[in-house]
Structure formats: structure tokens, C-alpha cells
């Protein structure tokens, strides 16, 4: 069982950066593939970006490739979403989500192949 909590999401104005972190209980957080989604109101969850539990894979959209950037510190339990020149359209609640890696990106970025959820953190980038 693992359970995720996130933080980070705020205000911001088009053109600047917020850190979304996920803390992670459980001792094996090491082992699992993390990921984050966003849902933006009346819309479908959409995939953003999956890290490898050694962090050395990475899967990103291609609407947020350049702009975010996805980190993990398995000493804290926790995975980062960096978010730099960010956009209204990135305006969404962002949800981190868990379950074993596959290193395969069309099947890590399907919200339902995901076992374990956050409770999601709002990110609202005003133009």
C-alpha cells in the first residue's frame, strides 16, 4: 500500500515556475514508477510525465516537453514536477500517481494502469 500526498500547486502568472512535490509513505516507494496527471474542468485526466524508480527514465508529454521537468529523491520519498514558462493551458489539477515500472511509455502514461493516487494539488496560471 502506498499513499501519496501532494503539494506545491498555488497561483501563478503565465511565464512563471511552481514545484508540485509527492511525499510517499511506505518503505518501497524505491521500487515504483512514479507518474503525474493533470485534469483541467470538464476534461479527461491527461498524462504529463513518468520517472523510473532509479529516475534514470523519464517519459514526458510533448506539451510539456522543455518546459517541466521530473525528479525523484527515493532517500525522501518523494517525486518533484518542476514547472517552468507555464502556460494557461497547464491551468488543472495535478494528481501524482504510483504502481511498478514499465518501461514501456505508451503503457505508463494510461492514468489506468495506475494502482495507487494522490488526492491532487490545483495549479491555476492566470494570462
Known amino acids: 500500500q502506498v499513499q501519496l500526498v501532494e503539494s506545491g500547486g498555488g497561483l501563478v502568472q503565465a511565464g512563471g515556475s511552481l514545484r508540485l512535490s509527492c511525499a510517499a509513505s511506505g518503505r518501497t516507494f524505491s521500487s515504483y514508477g512514479m507518474g503525474w496527471f493533470r485534469q483541467a474542468p470538464g476534461k479527461e485526466r491527461e498524462f504529463v510525465v513518468a520517472?523510473?524508480?532509479?529516475?534514470?527514465?523519464?517519459y514526458y508529454a510533448d506539451s510539456v516537453k522543455g518546459r517541466f521537468t521530473i525528479s525523484r529523491d527515493n532517500a525522501k520519498n518523494t517525486v518533484y514536477l518542476q514547472m517552468n514558462s507555464l502556460k494557461p493551458e497547464d491551468t488543472a489539477v495535478y494528481y501524482c500517481?504510483?504502481?511498478?515500472?514499465?518501461?514501456?511509455?505508451?503503457?505508463?502514461?494510461?492514468?489506468?494502469?495506475?494502482?495507487?493516487w494522490g488526492q491532487g494539488t490545483r495549479v491555476t496560471v492566470s494570462s
Open positions: 500517481a504510483a504502481r511498478y515500472w514499465v518501461a514501456i511509455m505508451d503503457f505508463m502514461k494510461r492514468p489506468y494502469n495506475y494502482e495507487y
Open positions: 520517472i523510473s524508480p532509479s529516475g534514470r527514465t523519464t
